[in-house]
């Protein structure tokens, strides 16, 4: 059976050492008392609670699945999975970084990212129940009115109700302008609206007593595509004036899908029967306000493919510590032992640390994300505000794409380690990589990630906002441009950034005459981008291990993540050089294939 | 539900114009009869059984599984496969290239191997329980006694019995040298074999009456390590000396493992429980003639990956030219729809092209190399023998590698395709990916595969065997250096082979210092190596399909053909630039790691 233990050392270096959060916040009024033990005080219970509480439940959940009884159209979840929520509950974690004016606990974005990774290490597929919600919460706090707002954000605050977002269509998942669900405005200024969805993840469940769907519909007079979609709040059961719960709404669960992975969520298909639903913001606006849950839920999927990085990393660790096989090729190890432990094997390790700088490269960055938000939200500055946003939107596609491809290799790596025991289900690694493998599709797929970075937000606006974070690189070269035990981290960097400038404008300029230039580009210019962004942390935290060392510190954590910095540099990081000329080889090997693919 | 066509026109263009295999077997006397059109119409039909009979169970085997009956011992396959089995036995399967002295047809290795293909593509999990009798066939025909022959080798010709490979015990798989399982003699000149054994493919089923396994075992007398284990037969009914069944012998399924993938096929823990077994071979040279059948089964893997990358292309393609969801980004492409058909996207070709550029240049690989077996086996020159020998040996690591991993990716690609449904179990392509991953991992993990190749194979003679393939791509840079439209298949060619020579001696130099460079270097080496058997058998494809097109042959066959392998050097072979890096960067960084990995 798996472990898992809480990375509160490596969370607390990336927040304290490396972005010095704490700092941060001081200029920010909303969060101008979050101390550094607070923070670590939370996230240390929070810890507690994904490894004591919904870890253990994690390779039952998926074992059990969920079941839904076709006649009361509602869904059992697996063994444990409600009790686990109902303790979260009583915790307060849903309330965690809500706004206080609806109950919540008003904290940063960045301690409950920290959280929400240590729950995906610990569950997957139950830590989306929660996760949905906070999806539907946002929506709503951005763009609900007074009285929706009144009526569900404390529910979805407290966790006593559950938020889904209802989008995909059997006909439509990336293409929302194809959608066909109705909503026909009723009399007393409701919408009755009529549909099939699928693919609704916690679309139902056994936890609590109310379902907040948050549904894409079009109405009657909509104009055709994406401009004529709009959003509505549809729950489950009706709510009354009084916010006590009515009559049975016309939603309900028609199916569950038989899925690869995360099997202990209900991935439902919604039927709409002429539910009552209310409109969310403004008629034929519902693909804007669902973008503010969308770009959240995509750095949470991020955030699911760290999770997962990391628990696949300690247990392979420890499988390589401890399972003996064949000696070393450079002579015995253990010699009281008739073989060496195999993590003497050179390959054996390369698995190992890719998993463990795939881990660390992308905490910082998804933390470093997290800040942008709070920032975005919370600075006093507006320009600050408007630069953090713009930062954050370009780093978006890269978290979700980058962290869920690099979780499929370091699952899958993690996995290997175990030999023909990894594919054993009772070892819980094929696990990992099964319920990771949803990351790479769903809220976009990465292909459609990385045509939303290269064509929407850098070509988009010419490189300006890449050029911002040009900017972060440029700066840390010049701070330790003449630093000589800095060079091995700076100089791939730098390189790799000069390289990107004139990538960029080729591609660009190509893409000018040719659109499927781009689009024949955008995935491994994705992948170079991830590197630049993993390389700039990576040197920002050799930086920080060298001036602990230099300063005498003799914290084996310093000296660890140097090696680990090296590993990077050296093993990982050169993919950029293949990606850089498979991009340049273009779109006419692709598009001239009609032969081929006929 | 997925759909598969066997791909008889790629093999006859592969056997018949690259390889030209019935002018090759014109001078084996034993192969002599064998024409173009007994070989076609013998895959047809084969395709036919692959197509008809076992593919349409391959969704229902994952769903059911096995089950085991743990009073009785005996296991219950998934419906339909042992009557799937009847009828593959009625057919006269088993026996196509087995030996007519035992009653088989003595075909050549290359239409087994071909029809295994379409079999794996059909049901990978099914395909199992033949293949792995045909491994206890071939230990048999090299090393048994001629009672054993006799008693045995015709049951498994005819398929009337069934064979195992029992190597694996719970605390060594790679490491054979640490097994405890006893062997020991008894007054008839019998043994009694006692241990525990796991994860034995096809190690109990209801097809037949009677299951051959062949057990490695430790005499009482033998030495210590990999030189003490000998090889037995143990089958599941003792054998009467005129060949009828008698007791139930001392071997049963203790149980069967819960896997992420090949679920019809049963993976047994195999007891030992005093079981009567007979010696095959001499004492202690047990792992040389488990070695016969290791070889024939790790191209055999190989294959199964083949197989598994062909009919998740085809899938792929339908899919990809069915659903139609947003618009093409150089302009509308069906106008009559409401958006295009995924294929007009320049990545969701890029993933398609993946897979066939993988399946094709598998194919031609792993042809050759059952060409080359034939040869070894038939070739009336001893010389031609031995060269053929030792190319196979070089080989088969990178079929068995380079295949199975290329399967892990081309198999993710063309469920990516698929978006969310690829991750729903009805559409097939996720089982796909999950039996794909245990072939990365059985009959020696792929690590186990590179150091076979650079530490045995390539260091082991000094790049001899190795120069013999160097030959081959020099003698057709020979005959194409100067034909202009062959330069863009050649050139790639050419140079990586001089890269790889020069590479080669600078890892040989380095291991001579330091082992632990030969393991760091081992897996991005045999990459580079696949690249260079692809691209020198892309090259070929090309060359052919050059010569028809100027020849005037307007057969659309042979453009798709250099369309794929156009796209195949610009996208995929260019990987070998990241992989010669990071051999390169060496094995400090791997290896000075103790704290980062403590």
Redesign the interface.
Known sequence: MPTYTPPLRDMQFVMHEVLKIADEYKAMPRHADVDVDTINAILEEGGKFASEVTFPLNIGGDEEGCRLNQETHEVTTPKGFKEAYHKYVEGGWPALSCDPEYGGQGLPIVVNQAFYEMLNSANQAWTMYPGLTHGAYEALHAHGTPEQKKTYLPKLTSGEWTGTMCL?EP?????LG?LRTKAEPQADGTYKITGNK??ISAGEHDFVANIVHLVLARLPDAPQGSKGISLFIVPKFNVNKDGSLGSRNGVYCGGL?????IHGNATAQIVLDGAVGTLVGEPNKGLQAMFVMMNAARIGVGMQSLGLTEVAFQNA?AY?KDR???R???GVKAKDK??DPI?V??????M??TA?AYAEGGRALSMFCSLLIDRELHHPDEKVRKESEELVALLTPIVKAFLTDNG?IAT?AC??VF??H?????WGM?QF??DN??N???EG???VQ?LDLLGRKVLGNNGATLKKFGKMVAQLVEEEGVNEKMAEFINPVAYLGEQMTKFTTEIGFKGFQ???E???A??DYLRVAGHLVFGYFWARMAQVALREIAAGNTD?FY???L??A??YF??LF?????LM??AR???K?????D????
Chains 1, 2 share one sequence.
Not at 171 to 175: I, S, V
Not at 574 to 578: I, K, R, Y
């Open positions: 995909t006909h439509c998942g990336t293409d194809m699928i693919f899908e038989h899925k690869m992975g660790l390589a003996i096989q064949m070393s090729l450079s008739p073989a993590i094997h050179p390959d054996v390790r390369k190992l640390l463990k499929h899958n996995m290997q030999g023909g990894g594919f054993i289900k009772e094929e990589v099964r493998r949803i790479m599709i769903y797929t990465n292909t990385s040719n659109p499927d781009v689009g024949a955008a995935v084996p000296q660890a993540k090696q680990t090296r590993f050296a093993k050169p993919e950029t050089a293949t000329r498979t080889a273009g779109s090997v692709l598009m001239d294939t032969l081929a693919l006929a």
